[in-house]
């Protein structure tokens, strides 16, 4: 018997591609998806969190037609930074035009002494943008949204999900005010109706063995047996775990004392989200807007109506609010709610006499893994360790990795069609 834990994007796709095999599934909650969940609430539909789907892998849209035939809308990005009360196109290090004529200067007299060895975050940053830009966006966009000093963040994840224009891109994008469209995520896909939602309940629809509500208390690696919080215990011969790495480690007994400790140091950031409705279409033009400026308590706006007319009633808009903050810090969700509102009225997407309602408050724990030398020296350890009791990880916080949807729905085929 396979056992999976957790029925997120991960284990849902590793359990559809496994076909016939016998596997079981168990999630915790009283409903599947993970983070790729949606509410409905007064007409409004809101992700966990913004969820969208690139793809360079030619299977990942033949699959989601599969999941949900004809029920995708194909978007073209529309993304900005919100800095000195402009907005600048996104990747702002190919916009460089749409800055105060100074600061301009500045980040092009910076790109063209770029140096740094790239050993952490910060240096690799100042190496491929310069200090200009890295002192006006950079360092203080990433510093909110990772709350740890930059230097102690390795940089292996950048080289992927940050978009490097060419030396002619950059100057081009000096005096060009055409968006130059670079990046992974120039182009997605999104559910028609339901959120992104609708692909984790389209998944579940075609699994079997899926069992919710059943929490695992711990784990028994010598004998392989799962252990539920009711007192059941669950023999497997394979486990696959998309639960988030220091938890799976917490569960287990027997764990050499070295890989228990080094689990402690594994870190993390949490996202407390909030989800608002206000009673005016298109409250902006933007699906999403970065805000690296101190005085936003929030690194980024996303505009859940922009991505399907479904997500809100005709005639009305919603914003989904993140603020990034340390795990065990503690939150005033209601200050935080009032600075936001106050930093939206700034912005100007919030205008006067409009009516907002807070519909939704989140905080997620696991949001975004930590990449730093801690990480680096103990996951191949643990990978390696657990394998050798039958128990394979899987997905963003399994593998404890920054991952998109797409390469935790293909992680999942593939372990899948390697065990098969």
């Not at 000096?174 to 999104?190: A, E």
């Not at 298109?282 to 999403?288: D, F, G, M």
């Not at 009633?313 to 903050?325: D, Q």
Request: charged fraction near 25%; proline fraction near 7%.
């Amino acid at each position: 018997m396979i056992l999976i834990l957790g029925a997120g994007l991960a284990g849902l796709s590793f359990a559809y591609h496994l076909g016939d095999a016998p596997y079981m599934i168990l999630e915790k909650e009283q409903e599947p998806g993970g983070l790729c969940r949606s509410m409905k609430l007064d007409g409004f539909t809101f992700d966990y969190t913004g969820h969208l789907l690139h793809w360079r892998n030619p299977y990942t849209p033949s699959l989601l037609e599969e999941l949900l035939p004809d029920g995708w809308i194909g978007h073209r990005r529309r993304a900005a930074i919100y800095l000195y009360g402009r907005f600048i196109p996104y990747p702002f290090q190919a916009n460089l035009w749409a800055l105060p004529r100074g600061v301009r200067e500045e980040c092009i007299r910076g790109y063209q002494d770029r140096r740094g060895t790239g050993d952490d975050f910060l240096s690799w940053i100042e190496a491929h943008f310069g200090k200009g830009m890295a002192e006006h966006f950079f360092i203080p966009y990433n510093r909110k949204l990772w709350r740890i000093p930059l230097e102690e963040i390795s940089p292996e994840w950048a080289e992927r999900f940050i978009p490097k224009p060419s030396p002619e891109e950059v100057l081009r994008g000096r005096g060009n005010p055409l968006q130059q469209q670079l990046g992974y995520h120039r182009s997605f896909l999104y559910p028609k109706e339901g959120g992104i939602g609708a692909l984790a309940e389209a998944l579940t629809q075609r699994v079997k063995g899926l069992q919710l509500g059943r929490t695992v208390s711990g784990i028994r690696p010598k004998d392989r047996v799962v252990v539920l919080e009711d007192g059941e215990e669950l023999p497997y011969h394979l486990l696959v775990s998309t639960l988030p790495l220091p938890e799976l480690l917490e569960m287990m007994e027997g764990l050499p004392e070295e890989v228990l400790e080094g689990a402690k140091g594994l870190r993390y950031v949490s996202v407390f989200v909030i989800g608002m409705a206000v009673d005016r279409p298109e409250v902006s033009p933007y699906h999403w807007i970065y805000f690296p400026e101190a005085r936003f308590p929030f690194y980024r706006v996303g505009f859940p109506s922009s991505l399907s007319p479904k997500m809100a009633p005709e005639g009305k808009s919603s914003l989904c609010v993140e603020i990034s903050h340390r795990p065990d810090e503690p939150l005033n969700q209601q200050a935080l709610i009032d600075q936001t509102l106050q930093g939206l009225s700034e912005a100007g997407i919030i205008q006067e006499g409009d009516r907002v309602r807070v519909l939704l408050t989140l905080d997620i724990r696991y949001a975004y893994v930590i990449y730093d030398k801690g990480r680096r020296a103990l996951l191949p350890k643990v990978l390696q360790f657990l394998e050798g009791y039958g128990i394979r990880c899987l997905g963003r916080y399994g593998l404890w990795q920054y991952a998109t949807m797409e390469d935790v729905l293909l992680e999942g085929r593939d372990l899948a069609t390697e065990l098969r």
